[in-house]
C-alpha cells in the first residue's frame, strides 16, 4: 500500500517558546534547530520575528544554518510584521511566511474589523505576504470557533490571494477528533481551490485531545500537522510530534500515511527541548516519558523477557533509547566523553570539550556512573554559566531537626565576590535568603521542583526554578548531586535570566501578550 505522505510543522521555537517561562536563548534555540532539521522536519517555525530583536534574530539565523527544512517566521495581518518576517526568513534555502488573524466572533471583536473589513484585510495581506514569498501560509485564528459559512469565505480569499498552506488552528483547545475531521472535509468540498493548498491541523490539548484531533484532520485530508516537542505550548500545549509521528507509524495499518522524521532522533530532541525550556517530561508521559518504556510489574517483566511484543507495541530503539544508558565513569577519557556527547547531538570544539571535561570528571568523582541524562544537565549548567553575572561560588548549609536552618553563601556578583550567612525555614529558603541578602530584587519564586536525574541515592538532582519580575518570567535550572547547591544554581540561573531580559528591556513580553488580540 503505497502511504500519502504528512508534513511536519515543528513550532517548538515558536508557540512552544511563547509559553510562560520557556523562554530560550539564542544559541539554544540555534542548537534545537540545528536537531529538528537533521531529524527530518518539514517546516520548522522558528519564530515570530516582529516580537522582538532577539526573535528576528534567531528566525534569521536558523534560516541561514538549515539544511533541507523550509523555514518559516510567523506574522499577524499587517504589512510591517509580513515584511519584517520576510527579511528574517529571506536568508533561508526554503522560506516561509506564515501570517494569520484571528476571524471568530470574539476576535472580530477585538480587531474591531467587521466580516468584509477582515476580508478586505485577509485579501491585502495574504497578496503582498505572496508577492514577497511563494510560500505563504495562512491561519484563521481560533478557527474552530469561527461560523463555518465565514470560515469558508475567510479561506476561499486567502487562496485567491496567493496562500499555498492554509492551516486550520484550534486555538483554545474546543475541538474534538470528529468534528476536527468533519472541518477539515466540509472546508475541502466547499472552498474553491481547496485542492491546489495544502491543508494542516493546529491544535491545542486544553482537553487531552490534541494528538486524535490532529490523527482525526489527517484522516479527513489535512496533509501537515503542527506540532512541538514533548507537546510544549501555552497552556496546556500544543500537540507533541512524538505521539502523533510515531502514532503513524506505529499504526500505519489504520493510518496508512508517512512522514520524514527519523524517529530514532527523538528521544534527543525531546531531552534537549526539556533541558532548555525547563519544562521537565511528566514520567508517564506518551512515547518519551520516563515510565514509557518501563516495566515494573512481575507480570509485565516477565513478559516482556520472554517476547517483548506482549507488552511493548514499539521498541525503545526506534525512538533513539538505548536499552542501557550507562555510559561513562570516573575513568573515561576525553575521547570517550567527546564521542558520547556527539552522539547526544553536542560537537564541542577542543576548548568547550576542555571545560566540560573538568565537570564532568567532578561528577564522575561523586557519582559511579554517568548516565545521558547526566550529560544533558551538564550541559546546560556549562551553557548557562560561562557568561553569568552572578555565580554562585560556595555554600554550606547547616539543617536538621532544629529551626531555624542557615546557609553560608558566597555570591560571585560582576566578578566581585561577597559573603553573607542567612537563616530560613529549611536549607533551601536559607539558601534562597541569603541570595535574596546579596543580591536583592523584587523578583517571586513562582515554582520550585525538584527531580532525580537518574536512580539511586547518589543520584544528581536537577532543579527547576521559574521567577517573576514586572511580568518578565524566566526559568532557571540546574543539577547536582547535592539538591541545595542545585537549588542555588538554579535560583541564580533564573536571576541571570530575568536580568538578561531586563537589560534588553525585552520587548516581546508586551508583543506576546498582545499577539492574539490584534491584527495591528
Ligand atoms: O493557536 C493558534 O491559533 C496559533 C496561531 C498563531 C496559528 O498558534
Ligand atoms: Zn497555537
Not at 476580508?119 to 495581506?125: A, M, S, Y
Not at 485542492?195 to 489527517?218: K, P, Q
Amino acid at each position: 500500500m503505497t502511504k500519502d505522505r504528512v508534513l511536519i510543522f515543528d513550532t517548538t521555537l515558536r508557540d512552544g517558546e511563547q509559553s510562560p517561562g520557556a523562554t530560550m536563548s539564542h544559541a539554544e534555540k540555534l542548537q534545537i534547530a540545528e536537531l529538528l532539521d537533521e531529524m527530518g522536519v518539514d517546516i520548522i517555525e522558528a519564530g515570530f520575528p516582529i516580537a522582538s530583536e532577539g526573535d528576528f534574530e534567531a528566525v534569521r539565523d536558523i534560516a541561514k544554518l538549515a539544511r533541507s527544512s523550509v523555514i518559516c517566521g510567523l506574522a499577524r495581518a499587517n504589512f510591517r510584521d509580513i515584511d519584517r518576517a520576510w527579511e528574517a526568513v529571506s536568508h533561508a534555502k526554503r522560506p516561509r511566511i506564515h501570517t494569520f488573524i484571528g476571524t471568530s466572533p470574539s476576535h472580530r471583536d477585538i480587531t474591531r474589523l467587521d466580516r468584509s473589513g477582515m476580508v478586505e484585510r485577509i485579501h491585502e495581506t495574504v497578496t503582498h505576504a505572496r508577492n514577497l514569498c511563494d510560500n505563504v501560509q495562512w491561519s484563521p485564528m481560533d478557527a474552530t470557533r469561527t461560523e463555518r459559512d465565514y470560515l469558508c469565505r475567510v479561506v476561499e480569499t486567502a487562496i485567491k490571494a496567493g496562500a499555498t498552506t492554509i492551516n486550520i488552528p484550534d486555538t483554545v483547545g474546543y475541538t474534538a477528533p470528529r468534528e476536527s475531521a468533519e472541518l477539515i472535509a466540509m472546508l475541502r468540498e466547499r472552498v474553491p481551490g481547496a485542492d491546489d493548498i495544502v491543508f494542516a491541523t493546529h491544535c491545542h490539548n486544553d482537553l487531552g485531545m490534541a494528538t486524535a484531533n490532529s490523527l482525526a484532520a489527517v484522516e479527513a485530508g489535512a496533509r501537515q500537522i503542527e506540532c512541538t516537542i514533548n507537546g510544549l505550548g501555552e497552556r496546556a500545549g500544543n500537540t507533541a510530534l512524538e505521539e502523533v509521528v510515531m502514532a503513524m507509524r506505529v499504526r500505519g495499518d489504520i493510518m496508512p500515511y508517512e512522514t520524514g522524521i527519523d524517529t530514532t532522533r527523538i528521544m534527543q530532541a525531546s531531552r534537549l527541548v526539556a533541558t532548555v525550556s525547563g519544562f521537565p517530561v511528566q514520567f508517564n508521559k506518551a512515547i518519551v516519558g520516563k515510565n514509557a518504556f518501563a516495566h515494573e510489574s512481575g507480570i509485565h517483566q516477565d513478559g516482556v523477557l520472554k517476547n517483548a511484543e506482549t507488552f511493548e507495541i514499539m521498541r525503545p530503539e526506534d525512538i533513539g533509547l538505548n536499552a542501557t544508558n550507562i555510559v561513562l565513569g570516573k575513568h573515561s577519557g576525553r575521547a570517550a566523553l567527546r564521542s558520547k556527547l556527539k552522539e547526544l547531538g553536542f560537537d564541542l570544539a577542543d576548548n568547550q570539550l576542555g571545560d566540560v571535561f573538568v565537570r564532568f570528571k567532578a561528577l564522575a568523582d561523586r557519582k559511579k556512573e554517568v548516565y545521558d541524562d547526566d550529560l544533558f544537565a551538564l550541559m546546560r549548567d556549562q551553557a548557562t554559566d560561562a557568561s553569568d553575572r552572578i555565580q554562585v561560588k560556595f555554600l554550606r548549609v547547616i539543617c536538621g531537626t532544629e529551626a531555624p536552618q542557615s546557609a553560608d553563601l558566597i555570591l560571585s556578583i560582576d566578578g566581585q565576590e561577597h559573603r553573607t550567612t542567612a537563616q530560613g525555614d529549611g536549607p533551601v529558603d536559607a539558601t534562597f535568603n541569603a541570595v535574596k541578602a546579596l543580591f536583592p530584587h523584587e523578583a517571586r519564586l513562582q515554582l520550585y521542583q525538584v527531580h532525580a536525574v537518574t536512580e539511586g541515592t547518589d543520584a544528581q538532582a536537577t532543579v527547576t526554578v521559574r521567577m517573576e519580575e514586572a511580568g518578565r518570567i524566566a526559568t532557571g535550572q540546574a543539577a547536582d548531586t547535592d539538591t541545595v547547591v542545585a537549588s542555588a544554581k538554579a535560583y541564580v540561573d533564573a536571576l541571570n535570566r530575568l536580568l538578561i531580559r531586563r537589560e534588553k528591556s525585552d520587548p516581546d513580553a508586551d508583543v506576546k501578550q498582545v499577539r492574539y488580540t490584534t491584527a495591528s
